[in-house]
């Protein structure tokens, strides 16, 4: 090889080391990050722990559920596994469901057609 691809080479590998390093310092920067480092890393609702490979599966929630909501306390974060994670989110999507429906009104036994049980008692007086 010669001097001059020698010196691109190295040029080419600096420059990827130096987006690597910013890279990194960028994403150290953001809440995912500084909630790993201000909270243990165990799942604030099934309880479970995270280290090396199985870290990823650990996320941040937001408590409020905005997303641009990041207090340098992390007063809005919660961390949790990625199936509490969406669960939580899940019961949020059911209970809007439910808050715009009918069925949120008390319904009476008469607005029930089908009674399952409505022979049993007689079938069971027939059996002793």
Aim: net charge neutral.
């Amino acid at each position: 090889m010669s001097i001059k691809k020698d010196k691109k080479k190295s040029e080419k590998l600096s420059q990827t080391l130096a987006d690597a390093r910013r890279h990194m310092k960028e994403r150290e920067n953001t809440y995912r990050e500084k909630a790993l480092k201000m909270y243990a890393h165990i799942c604030g609702r099934c309880g479970r722990e995270f280290a090396g490979k199985k870290l990823k599966e650990l996320t941040v929630h937001h408590r409020d559920h905005n997303h641009d909501n990041n207090p340098p306390d992390g007063s809005n974060w919660e961390l949790l596994c990625i199936y509490c994670h969406d669960n939580e989110h899940g019961r949020l999507d059911v209970a809007e469901a439910y808050d715009g429906s009918s069925s949120s009104q008390e319904t009476s036994d008469s607005d029930f057609s089908h009674q399952p049980f409505a022979g049993l008692e007689a079938l069971l007086k027939k059996t002793q």
